[in-house]
């Protein structure tokens, strides 16, 4: 038998699903559109997850590329300048010194250079919990799950024929050795666990006493990342930080939505979030004449994200428990900048020069039809069920992840 004290219990199991977690350069998402329910006591637990695969991109001048290729091509002439601290064989070192100081007599800018490809496998979800203190305060924390596989890369030398003289010919016979020897794989990669935990508290408002408005109900939430995701394997050339790279922040979130006509809604969200500084070991691009995935050197730096921000609105037709929805979101995040302890040895005018420290940004379109008896007074158990769509309708330096979603779940009252 249920408690009295208990005044909603929600169990949402849904299927592949966009994420209530925060944005990624590596999947589309959506925000939950609506608001929260202003009713103390209210307690809501929500599970739901999604899978999804790609080969396409899209990079910094938004055009299509694979999803290796979202920062450029692998520019190896200076690969092996300012590298320190190292344990690279004799003839490695002798290799990668002879490839930077020499001066190729072409001036083709793909010389030296590797077109990487591969592709993405995600999938992963979320568990959120959610507890009104009064009818307008409430509290809860947002835990995600995830696995992220970056499978077969595989490159293609893009020098021209006549451009591939003796350097870059030792160079491209060793290349392996030398990553073995700098202790850097470029095999595929695959990482999976609790992502990047999040609490939060906030207020929420409903009124329906506007003489234009059927309702009009906002919510505010600030929280608090935690950093619990792991943070990208320096080893792996490929690795994907799974979170914002064991970052902590800060966020603040606006929603709002009214209705009208009976059968009609429009709601719109805000959020930004603020990650902090941290130090940590991480590989870096040491010459400006690098570029991509794959670094040889590795020193300390500290390094600071740039902040992330989320805008959206949706429109709703609502008729008894069936709902038609179509949604827009745009993400974008800013710059990184390091700051490398061995500041002489690379200064920031280099390293920061690096393309996977800028700015990232992704357009994403919603459609969808669900079924929703959450607001039904007079149901015990509150069934929810529905599909949907996301199109990534433009992008800079992002995986182009369309997904295709669909949920269902219930909820239980014991008092109405």
């Known amino acids: 038998m249920l408690s009295d004290k208990l005044k909603l219990l929600s169990l949402l199991i849904l299927l592949p699903h966009t994420f209530y977690a925060h944005s990624h350069f590596y999947t589309a998402h959506q925000y939950p559109f609506g608001t929260r329910y202003e009713r103390k006591g209210l307690?809501?637990?929500?599970?739901?997850?999604?899978?999804?695969?790609?080969?396409?991109?899209?990079?910094?001048?938004?055009?299509?590329?694979?999803?290796?290729?979202?920062?450029?091509?692998?520019?190896?002439?200076?690969?092996?300048?300012?590298?320190?601290?190292?344990?690279?064989?004799?003839?490695?070192?002798?290799?990668?010194?002879?490839?930077?100081?020499?001066?190729?007599?072409?001036?083709?800018?793909?010389?030296a250079t590797l077109a990487f490809t591969g592709k993405c496998c995600y999938s992963g979800g979320a568990i959120s919990v959610g507890l009104n203190l009064t009818d307008e305060f409430f509290i809860g924390s947002t835990i995600p799950f995830y696995k992220i596989e970056i499978k077969t890369p595989t490159f293609v030398d893009l020098t021209a024929e006549v451009d591939r003289d003796a350097e870059w010919n030792q160079f491209f016979a060793l290349f392996d050795t030398i990553l073995a020897d700098s202790n850097l794989?470029?095999?595929?990669?695959?990482?999976?666990?609790?992502?990047?935990?999040?609490?939060?508290?906030?207020?929420?408002?409903?009124?329906?006493?506007?003489?234009?408005?059927?309702?009009?109900?906002?919510?505010?939430?600030?929280?608090?990342?935690?950093?619990?995701?792991?943070a990208k394997d320096q080893d792996y050339a490929f690795s994907v930080a799974p979170g914002y790279d064991k970052h902590k922040g800060v966020f603040l979130g606006f929603d709002m939505a009214f209705g009208f006509a009976s059968y009609y809604s429009f709601g719109f969200h805000l959020q930004e979030t603020f990650l902090f500084k941290r130090s940590s070991l991480q590989r870096i691009q040491s010459a400006?004449?690098?570029?991509?995935?794959?670094?040889?050197?590795?020193?300390?730096?500290?390094?600071?994200?740039?902040?992330?921000?989320?805008?959206?609105?949706?429109?709703?037709?609502?008729?008894?428990?069936?709902?038609?929805?179509?949604?827009?979101?745009?993400?974008?995040?800013?710059?990184?900048?390091?700051?490398?302890?061995?500041?002489?040895?690379?200064?920031?005018?280099?390293?920061?020069?690096?393309?996977?420290?800028?700015?990232?940004?992704?357009?994403?379109?919603?459609?969808?039809?669900?079924?929703?008896?959450?607001?039904?007074?007079?149901?015990?158990?509150?069934?929810?069920?529905?599909?949907?769509?996301?199109?990534?309708?433009?992008?800079?330096?992002?995986?182009e992840n369309h997904t295709v979603t669909g949920s269902v779940g219930f909820s239980i009252t014991s008092d109405f």
Do not use: C
Not at 192 to 198: A, F, N, Q, T
């Open 288 to 399: 400006l004449g690098q570029n991509g995935f794959i670094k040889l050197a590795k020193t300390h730096v500290s390094k600071t994200m740039g902040n992330l921000y989320e805008v959206g609105g949706h429109f709703k037709i609502e008729y008894g428990a069936a709902v038609l929805y179509t949604g827009y979101t745009y993400s974008h995040k800013g710059n990184d900048s390091l700051v490398a302890k061995n500041n002489a040895l690379y200064p920031g005018s280099v390293i920061n020069q690096d393309s996977m420290l800028k700015d990232w940004s992704m357009h994403v379109v919603h459609v969808g039809a669900e079924f929703d008896f959450a607001n039904s007074q007079e149901r015990r158990i509150h069934p929810k069920f529905g599909i949907g769509y996301n199109h990534v309708v433009r992008a800079r330096r992002a995986f």
């Open 185 to 230: 794989s470029r095999q595929g990669h695959s990482i999976k666990g609790i992502g990047d935990v999040s609490v939060f508290a906030g207020w929420t408002r409903s009124t329906d006493t506007l003489d234009n408005l059927d309702y009009l109900d906002a919510t505010l939430k600030v929280g608090a990342l935690l950093g619990t995701a792991a």
């Open 43 to 111: 307690l809501t637990i929500d599970a739901f997850g999604g899978h999804g695969n790609t080969t396409k991109g899209k990079d910094g001048d938004g055009k299509s590329v694979n999803v290796l290729g979202i920062y450029g091509n692998h520019k190896m002439h200076q690969i092996g300048k300012n590298v320190e601290n190292q344990n690279l064989s004799a003839i490695s070192q002798d290799v990668l010194d002879t490839l930077w100081r020499h001066t190729p007599t072409t001036e083709d800018q793909n010389y």
